[in-house]
């Protein structure tokens, strides 16, 4: 069983950045690929940023493409979102999850297994 607890939403005005972290308990961290979803109210959760185990791949959604940078630090069991240039339609709870494989798309949330409650991400215009 792997455990997310995000961090780090807030109220941001647009043009700012925001820097989202997600704590996961897991013992081999370094094996699950992490991925980072957002949900606006009345929209579907929709996919921003995946990272492989190793760090080294990484996908990113349309909307986040530019702006957004996936990390993570498998010594300290963390993943972070790294965003830049928010906008009022970035506004949404955002959520880690974590699985250890996907079958056929890193974009959609049926594929990852542990998610966290989640961290409110609030773009002021």
């Known amino acids: 069983q792997v455990q997310l607890v995000e961090s780090g939403g807030g109220l941001v005005q647009a043009g700012g950045s925001l820097r989202l972290s997600c704590a996961a308990s897991?013992?081999?961290?370094?094996?699950?690929?992490m991925g980072w979803f957002r949900q606006a109210p009345g929209k579907e959760r929709e996919f921003a940023a995946a990272?492989?185990?190793?760090?080294?791949?990484?996908y990113y959604g349309a909307s986040a493409k530019g702006r957004f940078t996936i990390s993570r630090d498998n010594a300290e069991n963390m993943v972070y979102l790294q965003m830049n240039t928010l906008g009022p339609e970035d506004t949404a709870l955002y959520y880690c999850?974590?699985?250890?494989?996907?079958?056929?798309?890193?974009?959609?949330?049926?594929?990852?297994?542990?998610w966290g409650q989640g961290t409110q991400v609030t773009v002021s215009s």
């Open positions: 999850a974590a699985t250890t494989s996907i079958v056929n798309n890193y974009a959609v949330p049926a594929e990852y297994d542990y």
């Open positions: 897991a013992r081999t961290f370094s094996t699950y690929i």
């Open positions: 990272i492989s185990g190793s760090g080294l791949l990484k």
